[in-house]
């Protein structure tokens, strides 16, 4: 299989644009010029979580998560388990298993939204958990049993931890706190490993506001840019180059870091300290939504 390593034309994010050297989306006809296009069929994440990569490899590092219930378009599938596609929450684009998506037959109904919840066989507590799903995982709930719901394709959760679609969680930087010592992950999107951006990026859309996936695209996207010295706030979303933490209050950073492989809470100056200190740079950018 050809990878999606390869010249794009200038000024396309090879992580966001749907195109390899040897096709391209049917969407970027008369932009993109490629061999042949095609059309993507239309798919949804059945894994708790799986790994979207840039190469079609378990060798390959991990570029991003995709989470039960997302969306990707997939425009190819290989005969070694690969599927190369892009996810319509984030745009991201790159390999996943192809095991791990499959037609949906209802739309999504409900959201996780606790950090994490168990999926069982059965309407008991009691029963053996078949597997989990993350904040942020999308389902169809198919029946409303008691304290359960039933989902597709199969299985019970616990209804209290879905809300619907449309109901935001409103405090993300509580969201983000419910993370506080959770382990480091680089490309990580979940409870049971997250990165520095994939906590910004899912305590976010846990309260209803997108957000793309890198801290580059963050920086660039979101809110208006406040001096670090300005006076800071809950909410404000610091930036060095390559990574980001969440302000508590005017001096706790809470941020997914290498230095210490959790998420922790501490003094944004003796953040900011330390990260100098290791020739990693200043703060670049603060931004204020």
């Known amino acids: 299989m050809t990878t999606n390593r390869g010249v794009l034309p200038e000024g396309m994010d090879r992580r966001t644009t749907p195109a390899r050297p040897d096709f391209a989306a049917e969407s970027l006809r008369g932009v993109v010029t490629a061999p042949r296009y095609v059309t993507p069929v239309r798919l949804r994440i059945v894994a708790e979580t799986t790994a979207l990569r840039g190469e079609p490899s378990p060798e390959s590092g991990v570029d991003t998560q995709a989470l039960f219930g997302e969306w990707v378009d997939v425009y190819e599938f290989d005969d070694e388990g690969w599927a190369w596609g892009q996810l319509l929450r984030d745009g991201y684009v790159g390999f996943l298993a192809a095991?791990?998506?499959?037609?949906?037959?209802?739309?999504?109904?409900?959201?996780?939204?606790?950090?994490?919840?168990?999926?069982?066989?059965?309407?008991?507590?009691?029963?053996?958990?078949?597997?989990?799903?993350?904040?942020?995982?999308?389902?169809?709930?198919?029946?409303?049993?008691?304290?359960?719901?039933?989902?597709?394709?199969?299985?019970?959760?616990?209804?209290?931890?879905?809300?619907?679609?449309?109901?935001?969680?409103?405090?993300?930087?509580?969201?983000?706190?419910?993370?506080?010592?959770?382990?480091?992950?680089?490309?990580?999107?979940?409870?049971?490993?997250?990165?520095?951006?994939?906590?910004?990026?899912?305590?976010?859309?846990?309260?209803?506001?997108?957000?793309?996936?890198?801290?580059?695209?963050?920086?660039?996207?979101?809110?208006?840019?406040?001096?670090?010295?300005?006076?800071?706030?809950?909410?404000?979303?610091?930036?060095?180059?390559?990574?980001?933490?969440?302000?508590?209050?005017?001096?706790?950073?809470?941020?997914?870091?290498?230095?210490?492989m959790q998420v922790t809470s501490e003094p944004l100056a003796q953040a900011r300290a330390r990260i100098v200190a290791a020739g990693a740079g200043d703060v670049t950018v603060v931004k204020r939504l």
């Open 99 to 260: 095991n791990d998506v499959m037609a949906a037959v209802h739309d999504a109904t409900h959201t996780v939204s606790a950090p994490r919840t168990l999926v069982y066989p059965a309407r008991s507590i009691k029963a053996p958990a078949m597997h989990g799903l993350p904040l942020n995982a999308r389902v169809a709930v198919l029946e409303r049993d008691g304290a359960f719901a039933r989902i597709e394709p199969a299985g019970w959760v616990w209804a209290d931890h879905l809300a619907p679609l449309d109901a935001g969680a409103g405090d993300f930087v509580a969201v983000a706190e419910r993370f506080l010592n959770a382990p480091y992950l680089w490309g990580g999107k979940t409870w049971l490993g997250v990165d520095c951006s994939g906590l910004v990026q899912i305590s976010l859309q846990a309260a209803g506001v997108e957000a793309q996936r890198d801290t580059d695209m963050q920086a660039r996207d979101l809110g208006a840019p406040v001096s670090v010295d300005a006076g800071l706030r809950r909410g404000d979303l610091v930036f060095w180059k390559g990574h980001v933490g969440i302000m508590r209050d005017a001096h706790t950073l809470l941020h997914a870091n290498g230095a210490s």
